[in-house]
C-alpha cells in the first residue's frame, strides 16, 4: 500500500506545548525555584518554617517520562491512504484507557478528517523508540497529544500542497473539508486522491502550526470510543483470541507458596497421555501443559504430581510482615514548634491488594528456529522483546512483539512474565503455544500493590496548620521493569538492578508523585521499603501509591479539621494550595450539596486531590446503617455501602470528555474497592484468595446509585493524565465519609481486612479448582 | 471421541471432543467462538454468560455431555439474531451509553442485561435497582454506573 508520509517537524523534538512546557522544563533542574512561587502570596508566613514546595508540585513524574520520550516523539507517524482513510499504529498499549479513541480524534482534529476514517493500530515492539513506547503514570495522552497533532497537521500540509499543485491554486485559498480539499471555485480532490501526490521523496524538516483551540471542534468535545462495536458484538480479539495456527492452549502447574520453585514431577508420561493433552515441560515457574483444550489443561495440572521447592516467603503472614514493616519506621521527627502547638498523630496499615485485570494473564508465542514471535497485551513491549531476546540467545531483530489490546491493565501489564513462560514453553516444546494463567494463579502467585503503613504527625496552633510530617513504609514494589527503564535513562544513576530498587526507583517515583495539597507550614514525606523487589511479587495497581498516602492524609485532615473546629469541606477550602485544586472542591460541594442533613450513620466525605497535573475532588454519601451493612446477597461481601458519589476533574484539558468521565467512574469503583473490601490475606506464605469469589472487588451490589461526574472546562489547555487520577481521591473521600457516619476513624484498609474471612479457601494442592458441572440449574 | 451436537446461534454444530469438557472451551478453543470469555472458570466472574433457550448460564460450569442435541445456545455473535437485527437493542443502549472500556466483560454483561430484563417482564415489571444490583458480571474497569443506566435504557426497547 502506498502512503503519504509526513515530514518529520523541524520543532516536533522541541515542541510547542506552550505554558506547560514551560513549566515543565525550565524546572526540571532547580526544582525548588518554580516551588518557591508557589508558596507566594499565600498567607502562612506564620507557619514554623517556610514551606519547601514539594518536589511533585515542580516537577512531576508525567514531566519525567515525557522528557524521556521527547529525543523519539518524531517517529511517531501519521499515514494518509490512497482509499482516503488515515492510519496511525500507536507505540502505546490500549487497555480500555481509552487512548485509541483519543489519538484519532487529535489526528481528526489536525487532519480534518471525520473520526471513523481514522485507524489506530497498536504498533509491534520498536526498539528504536526506546522509551517511547510505554504505557504507564497515565502519560499516554500528555505525551503524545503534541507529537500526534504535529504529525497530522504536517499531514495535511503536505495534501494541501499537492491539491495546490493538481488543482493550479494557491495553497492559502485551499481548504480542507473532511477528507477532501476544496478549492474557491468548489472543485475537489480527495485526501484519497491527494495521498500518493503528497507523499515525500526523502526526509525534510517542515514547519507546522497547529490548530489553535479556539478552533478546536473535535478535542474537547465528548465522543464515543471508536472500538465500542467490536466489544458490544464479541468481535474485539485480545490474546487468547487471536488465531495463531497450532497456538494450543497452554497452562502452568504452579507452586503452593508464593515463588516456590520446581523439585521434581513424578508422573509427566501419565500426564502426557491424559485425554487432549501434547506436551508437558518443566519451566521457571512451574511445570506447562499444553491440551486441545484450556478445560483439558486444566485437567492435566490437577494431575500433575510435583515435588516443590519452598518459596520466598514460606510461612510467613500478614502479622509477619507487619512486624516487620514495623521494626523499619523511621521515626516521627519531633517538629520545633511552640510550646502550645498541639499534635495530631496517625498511624494506618494498608493491606496488600491484587492489580490483576478480568483479561486473565495471556500470551501467545511462537518459538522456532532461533526466532520468537509474540502476541501479548503489554505496557512496556521493548523491554519484552529484549527480555524474550535474553532468554533465548537471540538477537532482538529475530524476536517480533505484536501487541494485543488489553482486556485492562492496571500495571499488571507491565510486567512480562507471561510471555516469559510461554516463550519458554514454546521452546520446549518446539510448539507454538497459547499460554493463559488460570484465575487462581493471579491472586496465588499474581503481582500485588504491596501492604505498606503511612504515619502522620502534624501539629496546629491557632488557625495554622505548622508541620504535616509523614512517614510511608512499604513492602518493595517492583519498579525494575518499565519504570526503571525511563528513571535509569533521565537520572543515570542507577545501582545494579536487584540493589537499587528502593534507592533508584521507588523512592523517586514517590517524590515525583505524592504531595499534600495544602497550605501547612512545613511539610515533610518520606518512604521507606523492606525485602528485596521481588521477595513478594508486586507491582504499581491504578496509580502508584497516592491512593494509600492521600488516603491517610485526608483522614488526618479531617481529624485536624475537627480539633480546630472547622467544617471539613471549609477546612480543606482554607488551605487548598491552588485555584485548581480550590475549584473542584467548590464544585463537588455545590453539586453534591455539602452539608445537607444526613441521617445518622449516613454521612458524606470530601477529598481533594493533585497528580497528573490536574485536580480532583470527590464527594461521596455513605450508608453504615446496620440494615445496609448487613444486606443479603447470595456469597457476596456487602457492608457499607457508597450510594452517592460527585466527582469534579480537571485534567488541564479534557480531549474527550466522555472517556474522562469512564475514567473517573472506574476510578471511584477502585476507590471504593480499596477502602472498604478488596485485599489479599497472606497466610503461611501463600494468599488465601483464589478467584473472583475470594477477591472482593467493587460489585454492582457495592455500586453508588448515583454518580455525577463534572468534566471542568479547560484551564491550562494541556490534557493531564486520567487513567489512575480518580483513585486517590475516591478512597479518600469513601475513607472520610466511613469515618464521619461510624463516629470512629478507620486505621486499617480495607475496612474488612481483619474480619473474619468471608470465604473458604481453596485448596493450594492440586493448585487449581475444577470447574463446577451445576451451571445448568446454577446461575 | 464423542460426538455432541446442539444448536448454535441458530445453526446444529457438531463436534467431536470427550463428555466432561466444559462448553465454554467447546466454543472458544473447538469451534472458534470467542464472544464469550474466560475470567475464573468456576461460575463467578461471570465473563462468559451466554443463553441456553434463552436463559442466562455460565458455559464454564456445564460439561458438554449435558447439553441436548435440541438446546440452543446464543452467544452474544448470536444475539442479534435473536430479534433479527443488526444489533439487539441491548447492543445499541450500550453504543448509545459507550459503556465498554477495555471491553472484556461486556458480552457477558449484555448477555446477563438481557436475562435481567426478561426475567423481570416475565415477573411482570420494569427492572429495579435491587435486580441491578443482583448482577454478578465482574467489571475491573469499573463501568458498573453506565451498565445500570444502559440497562434501563436498552430494556425500552426490548
Known amino acids: 500500500m502506498e502512503k503519504s508520509r509526513a515530514g518529520h517537524a523541524a520543532d516536533s523534538s522541541r515542541p510547542d506545548f506552550g505554558r506547560r512546557r514551560f513549566l515543565g522544563y525550565v524546572l526540571a533542574g532547580p526544582t525548588l525555584v518554580a516551588a518557591a512561587k508557589l508558596g507566594v502570596g499565600t498567607g502562612t508566613a506564620e507557619a514554623a518554617v517556610p514551606s519547601a514546595p514539594e518536589v511533585s508540585e515542580a516537577y512531576d513524574l508525567n514531566d519525567l517520562l515525557r522528557d524521556a520520550a521527547l529525543p523519539t516523539s518524531g517517529l511517531i507517524t501519521v499515514a494518509v491512504n490512497p482509499d482516503g482513510t488515515a492510519s496511525f499504529d500507536m507505540p502505546r498499549l490500549e487497555c480500555g484507557q481509552g487512548v485509541s479513541t483519543l489519538a484519532a480524534m487529535l489526528i481528526s482534529e489536525e487532519l ?242 491484587d492489580n490483576a485485570a478480568l483479561e486473565p494473564q495471556c500470551a501467545v508465542a511462537d518459538v522456532r528456529d532461533g526466532k520468537a514471535e509474540i502476541w501479548a497485551p503489554l505496557q ?240 461521596v454519601e455513605i450508608d453504615c446503617r446496620p440494615e445496609t451493612v448487613n444486606r443479603k446477597v447470595r456469597d457476596a461481601v456487602t457492608g457499607p455501602r457508597v450510594t452517592k458519589a460527585v466527582v469534579a476533574v480537571d485534567t488541564g484539558l479534557a480531549v474527550n470528555p466522555r472517556g474522562l468521565e469512564a475514567q473517573m467512574q472506574g476510578g471511584l469503583m477502585d476507590g471504593i474497592a480499596q477502602a472498604l473490601t478488596s485485599s489479599k490475606h497472606l497466610r503461611n506464605g501463600a494468599f488465601l484468595e483464589a478467584s473472583w469469589d475470594n477477591y472482593a472487588y467493587t460489585r454492582q451490589w457495592n455500586a453508588p446509585f448515583d454518580v455525577q461526574i463534572i468534566v471542568m472546562p479547560p484551564t491550562t489547555g494541556q490534557p493531564g493524565g486520567a487513567g489512575e487520577f480518580g483513585v486517590p481521591s475516591a478512597m479518600a473521600a469513601v475513607a472520610c465519609a466511613y469515618a464521619r457516619a461510624t463516629g470512629t476513624m478507620p486505621t486499617s484498609f480495607p475496612i474488612n481486612h481483619n474480619d473474619p474471612l468471608f470465604f473458604e479457601p481453596k485448596p493450594y494442592e492440586p493448585p487449581l479448582v475444577q470447574s463446577p458441572t451445576d451451571g445448568l440449574t446454577k446461575y | 471421541m464423542p460426538q455432541h451436537t446442539f444448536k448454535l446461534n441458530g445453526e446444529q454444530v457438531t463436534v467431536d471432543v470427550e463428555d466432561d469438557v466444559r462448553l465454554l472451551w467447546v466454543l472458544r478453543d473447538v469451534l472458534d467462538v470467542t464472544g464469550p470469555k474466560y475470567g475464573c472458570g468456576i461460575n463467578v466472574c461471570k465473563a462468559c454468560t451466554s443463553h441456553i433457550n434463552g436463559k442466562a448460564f455460565n458455559p464454564c460450569s456445564v460439561r458438554v455431555t449435558d447439553i441436548e442435541p435440541t438446546d440452543e445456545i446464543t452467544t452474544i455473535e448470536g444475539l442479534p439474531g435473536t430479534v433479527g437485527q443488526p444489533l439487539h437493542p441491548m447492543q445499541q443502549a450500550w453504543l448509545d451509553r459507550d459503556v465498554a472500556q477495555c471491553g472484556y466483560c461486556q458480552p457477558g454483561q449484555i448477555m446477563a442485561a438481557v436475562d435481567k430484563v426478561r426475567k423481570a417482564r416475565a415477573e411482570g415489571r420494569e427492572i429495579s435497582d435491587a435486580d441491578l444490583d443482583e448482577i454478578r458480571n465482574v467489571c475491573r474497569c469499573g463501568t458498573y454506573t453506565r451498565i445500570r443506566e444502559a440497562i434501563r435504557a436498552g430494556a425500552e426497547h426490548m
Open chain 1, 112 to 353: 480534518s478528517l471525520p473520526l471513523d476514517k481514522i485507524n489506530v493500530t497498536l504498533a509491534d515492539a520498536r526498539p528504536e523508540l526506546l522509551f517511547n513506547q510505554f504505557t504507564a503514570g497515565s502519560n499516554t495522552t500528555f505525551s503524545m497529544y503534541t507529537p500526534i497533532r504535529v504529525a497530522a497537521a504536517i499531514a495535511k500540509g503536505q495534501l494541501l500542497k499537492a491539491a495546490g499543485q493538481l488543482l493550479n491554486e494557491q495553497v492559502h485559498r485551499l481548504e480542507p473539508v473532511l477528507g477532501a480539499v476544496r478549492a474557491p471555485d468548489g472543485r475537489e480532490l480527495s485526501y484519497g486522491e491527494l495521498a500518493k501526490a503528497a507523499a515525500g521523496h526523502e526526509v525534510r524538516q517542515v514547519d507546522v502550526e497547529l490548530t489553535p483551540s479556539s478552533n478546536f471542534t473535535v478535542i474537547g468535545t465528548p465522543r464515543n470510543r471508536t472500538d465500542a462495536l467490536e466489544a458490544v458484538t464479541g468481535r474485539k480479539q485480545f490474546a487468547m483470541d487471536i488465531k495463531v495456527p497450532d497456538a494450543m492452549p497452554t497452562m502452568v502447574c504452579r507452586p503452593p507458596t508464593i515463588k516456590g520453585t520446581v523439585e521434581s514431577v513424578a508422573n509427566v508420561a501419565e500426564v502426557r497421555g491424559m485425554p487432549g493433552v501434547t506436551d508437558v515441560a518443566t519451566i521457571a515457574t512451574g511445570v506447562a501443559v499444553r491440551a486441545r483444550t484450556f478445560g483439558q489443561c486444566i485437567d492435566a495440572v490437577r494431575a500433575l504430581k510435583v515435588s516443590w521447592n519452598q518459596g520466598t516467603v514460606d510461612g510467613m503472614s500478614d502479622k509477619d510482615v507487619l512486624a516487620d514493616l514495623e521494626k523499619a519506621e523511621v521515626p516521627l521527627a519531633v517538629p520545633e514548634v511552640p510550646v502550645l502547638a498541639r499534635t495530631v498523630e496517625k498511624k494506618f496499615t494498608f493491606y496488600t491488594r
Open chain 1, 380 to 619: 512496556a513491549p521493548i523491554l519484552t522483546q529484549q527480555k524474550v531476546a535474553g532468554l533465548l540467545g537471540v538477537p532482538v531483530s529475530a524476536v517480533t512483539v505484536h501487541v494485543t489490546p488489553a482486556g485492562g491493565a492496571f500495571g499488571r501489564k507491565m510486567f512480562s512474565d507471561p510471555v516469559l513462560e510461554a516463550v519458554e514453553a514454546s521452546q520446549q516444546m518446539g510448539k507454538p503455544v497459547r499460554l493463559m494463567w488460570h484465575r487462581v494463579d493471579e491472586p496465588r502467585q499474581g503481582r500485588a500493590h504491596p501492604m505498606c503503613t503511612s504515619r502522620i504527625r502534624a501539629t496546629y496552633l491557632g488557625n495554622e496548620v505548622l508541620t504535616f510530617e509523614q512517614r510511608h513504609t512499604s513492602v518493595a514494589t517492583d519498579y525494575t521493569q518499565g519504570f526503571g527503564e525511563v528513571i535509569t535513562n533521565m537520572a543515570g544513576e542507577i545501582p545494579p538492578l536487584g540493589q537499587g530498587n528502593e534507592l533508584g526507583y521507588s523512592v523517586p517515583v514517590f517524590h515525583l508523585t505524592v504531595n499534600v495539597p495544602y497550605k501547612f507550614g512545613a511539610v515533610t514525606q518520606l518512604l521507606n521499603e523492606i525485602y528485596e523487589y521481588d521477595r513478594i511479587p508486586s507491582g504499581s495497581m491504578r496509580n502508584l501509591v497516592n491512593p494509600d498516602v492521600r488516603t491517610a492524609q485526608e483522614l488526618v485532615v479531617d481529624q485536624l479539621a475537627a480539633e480546630m473546629g472547622k467544617d471539613p469541606y471549609r477546612f480543606r477550602r482554607e488551605f487548598a494550595d491552588d485555584q485548581r485544586a480550590l475549584a473542584v472542591l467548590d464544585k463537588v460541594a455545590e453539586a453534591g450539596q455539602w452539608g445537607r442533613p444526613m441521617a445518622p450513620r449516613t454521612a458524606q466525605g470530601i477529598s481533594v486531590h493533585k497528580e497528573y497535573k490536574g485536580a480532583i475532588a470527590t464527594l
